[in-house]
């Protein structure tokens, strides 16, 4: 229940694409659910995060669509860089507690 | 640079050694966490911290482990009797508590290599 499962494993775009990453939930407790980007041998970078309240946050090229009766949310990434090509992790954490649990990452390359 | 830095950035250890790493927090965050990465994963909790007080530990923090935060503002984390299973990045983060206090910024990380 504590888990958060992440697809695809990795992704391939060309550039201008729109890659999107999906995730799901069974702990109806969660209520943050963060995205984070990571570059080798960097820490992760947070993107954009979203709660249950809403069902789309934007915030420039990057976009959080959340379907909470499904336990469901994704990531779009509008006309993607080649710049974009990380490893991207959702996460969520629960009201009241303060860990993030983390999905295990999809690995984006966009090609030039 | 305002971020959350961490040092040393990589250290290689023997197996049995001690080694310990420093986190240094966005400098009006109270809120300090610790993480562990390992290659092809996500980051997993390991225990955070709300000032001084440490305020809960994962049960991947063995009794190796130990975490402090003594003034409220840096903190360490020590391993001790390294083993190669401890070989990993070892992620801090900070957030200020808050309505917006769950925003956890991370840092650069330290790669830890026991041989």
């Known amino acids: 229940q504590q888990q958060v499962k992440q697809s695809p494993q990795s992704l391939i775009v060309q550039k201008g694409g729109i890659p999107i990453i999906n995730c799901a939930y069974e702990n109806t407790a969660f209520d943050y659910f963060p995205w984070y980007q990571q570059f080798p041998g960097k820490g992760p970078a947070l993107l954009i995060a979203i709660r249950p309240d809403v069902s789309e946050k934007k915030e420039g090229r990057f976009t959080i669509s959340f379907n909470k009766s499904a336990k469901q949310f994704s990531l779009h990434i509008m006309d993607s860089q080649p710049g974009d090509s990380a490893t991207y992790f959702c996460a969520a954490s629960m009201a009241g507690f303060q860990k993030l649990v983390f999905g295990t990452g999809t690995r984006l390359l966009v090609s030039p | 640079d305002t971020g959350v830095s961490q040092n040393p950035r990589h250290k290689i250890t023997k197996r049995g050694q001690n080694v310990t790493f420093r986190c240094d927090p966005i400098?009006?965050?109270?809120?300090l966490y610790w993480y562990r990465q390992t290659l092809g994963q996500g980051p997993e909790f390991l225990t955070y911290?709300?000032?001084?007080?440490?305020?809960?530990k994962s049960r991947l923090l063995s009794d190796r482990f130990s975490a402090e935060r003594p003034k409220g503002s840096f903190s360490t984390l020590e391993i001790q009797r390294t083993e190669q299973g401890d070989s990993a990045m070892y992620l801090c983060?900070?957030?200020?508590?808050?309505?917006?206090?769950?925003?956890?910024?991370f840092g650069p990380g330290t790669r830890l290599t026991v041989t």
């Open positions: 911290f709300q000032n001084e007080a440490q305020l809960e």
């Open positions: 400098s009006e965050h109270n809120r």
């Open positions: 983060a900070s957030s200020l508590a808050g309505l917006a206090g769950v925003e956890q910024y």
